[in-house]
């Protein structure tokens, strides 16, 4: 440990000590990022959720068995059954270990340089022998007659299993209860609450699993399909008038099925169905006990939360995570939401929901406890009436503390009224709270396997949860954000095939958005493309994350104003919205990018107003940033902030306004203003070059031929001859503040339309515009140098996907160490070539044409730079990677 943190710790104890607080429930981390994580399934946890591929659990099993949306139940130290929450029936009973830990989460939990896995295989199977397993139909039914078929809609792809859940007539999933003794599942059958308790006991040579059920009153018939068994086990089922049947699997499998069939009952009924491996069932229905479970994570973990030094307006603080804990959990956050009282709840990749207090207060420490754990890889949580909703693969869950000892007891599925296929990037990306109490949602695409109904969708959950209707589809990887006043929806997109760079959307209407799975036909669209209200270049944005709005903010100029977050290069940006069109436009610029973890998702404390902000990094998701995991708050320091409040290209040049006046002489020079304007093209290719106007490659240049300063000294206005729509503009400023601080930025934006400037409307008094034509001096790229290279390696991200020593650690491409000269093999055939200065400029501007073996199918491909870097910045680029031996 490093001495000062060690001297912060001591004192931080000897303050608690002598302040008279108790502390044996206290656990100070010690503020080390390297500390090792136990098993992903804590064997003191009696659940987790997870995909299971029971597909190949052995010969007379279903073929087809497969769930996406899994909670599996620890019955016994090596006993799991894996229970179906779409389709309410046990997929499988197996003993031995969990699921094979391929997933996203258990895969990459103690290996981080473990890439994220896409598609449909591998998936998590059962670690162990299978003896009961249940295809493709639903668990229970209504009526005499058992069909074993699947009678929901079928999605795009008719193989793909991941429907969504039964009509709510038949069935719907309820709730995970955790008990003293277990856990109890909860779900209707036609209007019946069932709850169900699973427990196994052994006797001698005899080991029996059994299913214990509590059947509220139905007028109708129940029919549970128990499944099929291997040939050492006996069934039987007893109380409540229920009889054993067989029936046929046909035609789908051969062999049948154990079903037990349950009469209509006026009162409530118990019954019990055993499994028995040898002797004697020996078990009896009796009472489920509904006593929560007792507290399980009694300690708390305090944090330092480490001030930042920097004299920006906006700076971002670290709030240390709790890694170093008692259960030696991993702490992967991805997105964090405040109680009204500015109680955090985070959520982490894996399952986990801590709760942290203190983050606004002058201590200078957080205060974390578990809340909640079992979740199915979560990214993202919403708060409405001071009740946490978190959104995982099961769908979005309400979880309840129904007896006050600060954990969750209750996890209750609010919503799974929409479908999720097993198809690993099919991430439940984001929700968020709008209007009315209704939840948006948004989910990831990519679809490398089957097509599914709602991979790459934004939906609009009901208030009640019950319906869910398609807002947007045809996302790569959409992020959102949601103006809870307005209910406007805005969305960001992934560069990758089909999305040429970053856009950011407003969704709704049900339209299509661009993308395609590379498994369909090239280029064939479903319909029409949703223009974004602008597009953001790759090198400036690479992959963009949540949209939020700082209401209740107090951070100055940005209160109640739209900001996004940015992954790859970590950052935040400013969204100005420009209306002065009929269709929305925005321009987008930077806030900060002090972060040293990569951003995902976040919120304003309402009890100090300050934005706080989770991010991990694993493996696939491309960043530059350094550390695997944080937690930051970005900060309002007073001081005067440069970032502009509105940028509105017009038809005789751009208006730039901020909230601090300007010193005259450097905003009146057009030179200290830099425009630039290019195209994207939208192809089944990764990403797009950029394109002159004329079709060629490259940017053109605008040459500002005169700037003004507003009356208020607020705005300029800068006059640029030859201003056209475009799909993407640049414009960069170089000025002084009134008090003679510096400053610089750049705002990227799409003009669609370009509105007629108006001096005395804009403040500017009775000017004419001079737009004759300039020539402008000193924009020659620097000289060629190594040096040079280095520095845009860096400045144009590809610092992100490759290495330039041997670590390969969070790097999707191939490391530059040693490239140059070397024979490279090409993927899709046997062809070598040497990587000599004709192979690098080739990758650089057509990536296409010769991909490295082994990144054919990588998550992120290499983009095109034909257009982006100029050709002395390209030989810059290689002489750094010939230095690189
Ligand atoms: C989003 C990730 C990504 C970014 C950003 C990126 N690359 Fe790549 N790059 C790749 C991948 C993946 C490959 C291997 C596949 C291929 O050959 O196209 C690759 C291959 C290359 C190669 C061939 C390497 C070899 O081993 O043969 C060169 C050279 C290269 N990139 C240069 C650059 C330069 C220069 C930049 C920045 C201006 C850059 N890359 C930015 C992902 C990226």
Redesign the pocket.
């Known amino acids: 440990m490093n001495p000062s943190l060690k001297a912060t710790v001591v004192s931080l104890l000897a303050g608690l000590a002598l302040s008279g607080t108790a502390l044996p429930e206290r656990f100070f981390a010690q503020g080390t990022a390297t500390v090792t994580s136990a098993s992903w399934v804590e064997s003191a946890f009696p659940f987790f959720s997870s995909i299971v591929d029971a597909r190949k659990a052995g010969p007379g099993f279903p073929a087809n068995n497969l769930t996406p949306r899994g909670i599996v139940v620890r019955v016994g130290p090596e006993t799991w059954a894996a229970f179906d929450v779409d389709l309410l029936r046990i997929s499988a009973i197996w003993r031995g270990k969990g699921v094979t830990p391929v997933a996203l989460a258990p895969g990459s939990y103690n290996h981080p340089d473990r890439k994220t896995p896409g598609g449909q295989s591998p998936l998590p199977e059962p670690d162990g022998a299978v003896w009961l397993a249940n295809g493709i139909y639903p668990g229970w039914q209504i009526g005499d007659d058992v069909s074993l078929v699947d009678s929901r809609e079928p999605a795009p792809s008719r193989e793909e299993v991941g429907r969504g859940p039964l009509p709510e007539a038949l069935g719907r999933f309820s709730a995970i209860r955790q008990v003293s003794n277990g856990v109890v599942l909860e779900y209707r059958v036609g209007g019946a609450m069932v709850r169900e308790q699973m427990e196994e006991v052994h006797t001698n040579d005899a080991w029996t699993f059994a299913r214990e059920f509590q059947v509220a009153p139905s007028m109708q018939p129940l029919a549970l399909v128990l499944g099929l068994t291997t040939s050492d086990v006996s069934i039987a089922v007893q109380g409540g008038g229920v009889s054993l049947a067989r029936v046929p699997l046909a035609p789908l499998d051969s062999g049948w099925t154990w079903v037990a069939h349950l009469p209509p009952h006026q009162q409530p009924v118990g019954f019990i169905a055993t499994f028995t491996h040898g002797g004697e069932a020996a078990l009896n229905a009796s009472h489920i006990s509904l006593d929560p479970a007792p507290r399980r994570w009694t300690q708390e973990v305090i944090t330092r939360v480490a001030r930042s030094a920097s004299k920006e307006a906006y700076v971002v603080d670290d709030v240390a995570l709790p890694l170093d804990n008692p259960w030696q959990r991993s702490v992967r956050p991805a997105d964090i939401q405040f109680l009204k009282d500015g109680t955090g709840a985070v959520v982490t990749l894996d399952g986990d929901v801590w709760i942290v207090r203190g983050l606004h207060d002058s201590s200078g420490t957080a205060r974390w406890r578990r809340f909640a754990s079992g979740l199915h890889e979560p990214l993202t949580l919403a708060v409405r009436d001071d009740q946490i909703y978190v959104f995982d693969r099961n769908g979005i869950w309400r979880l309840r503390d129904t007896n006050g000892d600060g954990e969750a007891d209750v996890h209750e599925l609010f919503s799974n009224a929409f479908a999720q296929t097993a198809d690993l990037r099919e991430f439940p990306s984001m929700i968020r709270l709008a209007p009315g109490g209704e939840f948006v949602i948004a989910k990831g695409g990519q679809e490398a396997a089957t097509f599914g109904k709602h991979n790459g969708s934004v939906l609009r959950i009901s208030a009640d949860g019950r319906t869910a209707t398609v807002l947007g589809y045809g996302f790569r990887q959409p992020n959102i954000g949601v103006n809870i006043r307005t209910g406007l929806v805005t969305a960001s997109d992934q560069q990758g095939n089909y999305i040429p760079s970053t856009p950011l959307h407003v969704v709704g209407d049900a339209q299509f958005y661009g993308f395609l799975s590379d498994k369909k036909p090239r280029e064939v669209y479903p319909a029409p493309i949703a223009e974004p209200l602008t597009w953001i270049p790759?090198a400036a944005n690479?992959s963009a994350m949540s949209q939020i709005w700082l209401f209740g903010a107090r951070m100055g100029p940005l209160n109640d104003a739209l900001v996004y977050i940015g992954f790859n290069n970590p950052e935040l940006f400013r969204v100005l919205l420009n209306d002065r069109t009929a269709k929305l436009q925005a321009a987008v610029v930077s806030i900060t990018k002090a972060f040293d973890f990569p951003p995902l998702h976040g919120s304003v404390d309402p009890a100090d107003g300050q934005l706080y902000i989770t991010g991990f990094q694993i493996l696939g998701w491309?960043t530059t940033a350094t550390r695997l995991a944080g937690l930051g708050r970005v900060r309002y320091t007073g001081v005067p902030s440069t970032v502009p409040s509105r940028i509105i290209p017009m038809d005789k040049g751009v208006l730039l306004r901020f909230d601090l006046p300007l010193e005259r002489s450097t905003a009146v020079n057009p030179d200290n203003y830099s425009l630039a304007t290019w195209h994207y093209t939208r192809t089944y290719q990764y990403g797009s070059p950029q394109f002159k106007a004329d079709g060629t490659t490259g940017i053109d240049l605008l040459i500002p031929a005169s700037a003004y300063l507003s009356n208020d000294g607020h705005a300029v206005f800068v006059g640029v001859p030859g201003m056209s729509p475009v799909m993407q503009m640049r414009i960069g400023w170089s000025l002084a503040t009134a008090g003679r601080m510096k400053f610089q930025d750049t705002a990227y934006f799409t003009p669609y339309e370009l509105p007629k400037f108006s001096p005395r409307v804009e403040g500017f008094g009775d000017i004419t515009v001079d737009l004759s034509p300039r020539v402008r001096t000193g924009t020659a790229d620097a000289p060629v140098s190594a040096e040079e290279g280095r520095r845009?390696?860096k400045a144009?991200?590809?610092i992100?996907?490759?290495a330039v020593d041997d670590s390969s650690l969070t790097k999707?491409?191939?490391t530059?160490k040693g490239?140059y000269g070397t024979d490279?093999t090409i993927a899709g055939g046997v062809v070598r070539v040497n990587?000599d200065e004709a192979?690098?400029r080739q990758?650089?501007l057509e990536?296409?044409a010769?991909?490295?073996e082994g990144?054919e199918r990588?998550e992120?491909?290499?983009?095109s730079?034909a257009g982006?870097?100029s050709d002395s910045q390209i030989e810059s680029?290689i002489l750094f990677?010939k230095s690189l031996r």
């Open positions: 790759h690479a491309g845009l390696y144009y991200g590809c992100a996907c490759h999707l491409g191939p530059w490239l490279r990587a192979y690098i990758s650089i990536p296409a010769k991909v490295v990144y990588g992120v491909s290499m983009p730079y982006v870097l680029l990677i």
